[in-house]
């Protein structure tokens, strides 16, 4: 017998708390989505919206505002400064909209302003980067387009595996891969070329009774949404590394609703319940205690990254911290109550197929399949 938090005959009534956790996932949603609206969309870091940022260690403390003073006449155009890191390390993150100064040039700059403004306070250049606004641009269509694309295979993946509807999901898959790329090729702005293929995706697995996919799909979706919300409610930074670690909890929280999904799989052919809702709840309540375990382990070595591992990758695992967490919470509220809410019949036909393919396969008395 494995390890296990939790006892073995816990019967907590997930199912029936699916109205509460649908209240609190639409109030959330809300919330990160009209943040997002109000802000036009994402803080965009200077991998996506194009700039120069110059990291700087000071010899000692100095104040934000006085360092912004000597920015303003450093003749570094739309230069600002924050701080990095901790606050005994003395860094700070300076930012300029212009992308076309020299390195040298920017270091000259940077000598003049604290000269005039701070005078004997010397610093040292820790990093330099510049992406062109071009650049950024395409990098912002690509992290879109993954995104996009590997929910799309996921619900490809699920379809397959959990309702054996490959060629459904195939020709799903095929004519949005292809519409996107008409649409691209006529103008039609990524974001909401990316937005309206997802509702799309959404709709077609419902209208096909892709139900599975459908779950993991508005699972998916839903703590997405969530991380890039959050980062948008603290007014926090949305680069390449946030986009990487979105990626890693799709990943994550596939996993997790996988293990769900296949616990309700192994239920229906073993027939445990002759009802839907009680068959969910018991094998939701049957795989916690590896829920639990997997996240828990996993948010322990994401924290001591968050508090331990430096300004660099601090909102990586920020972004981690909240899509484990909230992906956690998916898997348990929102991808398994979804079979019910939008298939409650789904047992049933579920049960008839199985039984189905038993006999097609069952042998005949002279030996022939």
């Not at 990160?32 to 919206?49: A, H, M, N, Q």
């Not at 924050?82 to 300076?94: M, W």
Request: charged letters at 20%.
């Amino acid at each position: 017998m494995g390890l296990s938090i939790v006892k073995h005959d816990i019967n907590f009534d997930f199912i029936g708390k699916r109205k509460a956790a649908y209240v609190l996932s639409a109030v959330l949603i809300l919330l990160c989505v009209g943040s997002l609206l109000l802000k036009g969309g994402p803080r965009y870091g200077i991998d996506f919206s194009g700039g120069t940022v110059v990291q700087i260690k000071l010899a000692k403390d100095a104040d934000l505002s006085a360092l912004n003073e000597a920015l303003a006449v450093s003749g570094l155009e739309g230069a600002q400064a924050q701080r990095f890191g901790e606050a005994d390390e003395h860094e700070y993150l300076i930012r300029l909209s212009g992308t076309d100064t020299p390195s040298s040039a920017v270091r000259a700059a940077l000598d003049k302003g604290l000269a005039e403004k701070l005078p004997g306070l010397g610093y040292e250049v820790q990093r330099l980067e510049s992406v062109g606004p071009k650049v950024g641009a395409d990098l912002r269509t690509k992290a879109m387009e993954a995104m996009f694309y590997a929910t799309l295979l996921i619900a490809v993946y699920i379809s397959g595996r959990f309702e054996q509807r490959w060629l459904a999901a195939a020709v799903m898959s095929a004519g949005l891969a292809g519409g996107i790329y008409l649409l691209k090729l006529v103008g039609v702005p990524m974001g909401g070329l990316i937005l309206g293929a997802v509702l799309l995706t959404m709709i077609l697995c419902w209208k096909l009774r892709l139900n599975y996919a459908l779950g993991a799909v508005i699972s998916l979706v839903h703590d997405v949404l969530v991380v890039v919300g959050v980062f948008s409610l603290l007014n926090k930074e949305f680069d390449l590394t946030v986009v990487a670690a979105v990626l890693t909890v799709i990943g994550y929280s596939l996993n997790d609703t996988i293990i769900v999904y296949d616990r309700i799989r192994e239920n229906v052919r073993a027939k445990i319940s002759p009802d839907f809702a009680t068959l969910l709840n018991t094998s939701v309540n049957q795989t916690l205690s590896r829920t639990l375990l997997t996240s828990g382990t996993t948010l322990l070595v994401v924290f001591c990254l968050f508090f331990f591992g430096g300004g660099v990758i601090h909102d990586f695992s920020l972004a981690l911290l909240i899509g484990i967490g909230f992906g956690t919470y998916s898997s348990i509220f929102v991808a398994s109550p979804i079979l019910l809410a939008f298939d409650p019949k789904s047992f049933e036909r579920q049960e008839e197929e199985e039984t189905n393919k038993a006999k097609a396969f069952k042998p005949n008395p002279e030996g022939d399949v």
